[in-house]
T-cell receptor, first 110, second 117 residues
């Protein structure tokens, strides 16, 4: 069966550290993978997209890697801030549709 | 970025009634919109793909007669939950891809929280 797995346990880190979130998938062949941020009671907000032929993408303090052999994407937030606290979702674009993982909640403590 | 507006943001209704949720793309045209539902602490579950001028494509297990989708124009899609029951209570979110300079980014509405009593 198709699965998109993100760590369901919250990630708690200290301000200033690097947060690393993982997204693993099975039985998908995504053309690209995206990361979104979702705050409680709100719709997700797009952060980054990485295509299957790209290994790494950066945007300000954010970095995404994509390993199609391991079927895994890593999402990094460097110099994390309390304002980065939110749930982060990965999404796969597969056959003209978007499928989401359940998200990992990040708590950045001052 | 592109803006997607969803209305209402919250709705409470009695069991057996129907509820309509609107999703509008405010500054771009969206030939395709997606409808998701999300239970607490769970993933966004794709319900259907809404195509302008044609019938929606529903995901397996989603009742098309229960969740009516109409995409009458390039800026408006509606989801009607018919004969709602308490188990239909959920957070419903629509999204759309911007048609110009498509980067694959999805723009989401703010979501509609439905509570069926």
């Amino acid at each position: 069966s198709q699965k998109i797995e993100q760590n369901s346990e919250a990630l708690n880190i200290q301000e200033g550290k690097t947060a690393t979130l993982t997204c693993n998938y099975t039985n998908y062949s995504p053309a690209y993978l995206q990361w979104y941020r979702q705050d409680p009671g709100r719709g997700p907000v797009f952060l980054l997209l990485i295509r299957e032929n790209e290994k790494e993408k950066r945007k300000e303090r954010l970095k995404v890697t994509f390993d199609t052999t391991l079927k895994q994407s890593l999402f990094h937030i460097t110099a994390s801030q309390p304002a980065d606290s939110a749930t982060y979702l990965c999404a796969l674009y597969n056959f003209n549709k978007f499928y989401f993982g359940s998200g990992t909640k990040l708590n950045v403590k001052p | 970025g592109a803006v997607v507006s969803q209305h209402p943001s919250r709705v409470i209704c009695k069991s057996g009634t129907s509820v309509k949720i609107e999703c509008r793309s405010l500054d771009f045209q969206a030939t395709t919109m997606f409808w998701y539902r999300q239970f607490p602490k769970q993933s966004l579950m794709l319900m259907a793909t809404s195509n302008e001028g044609s019938k929606a494509t529903y995901e397996q297990g989603v009742e098309k007669d229960k969740f009516l989708i109409n995409h009458a124009s390039l800026t408006l899609s509606t989801l009607t939950v018919t004969s709602a029951h308490p188990e239909d209570s959920s957070f419903y979110i629509c999204s759309a891809e911007s048609g110009t300079g498509n980067t694959g980014e999805l723009f989401f509405g703010e979501g509609s929280r439905l509570t069926v009593l």
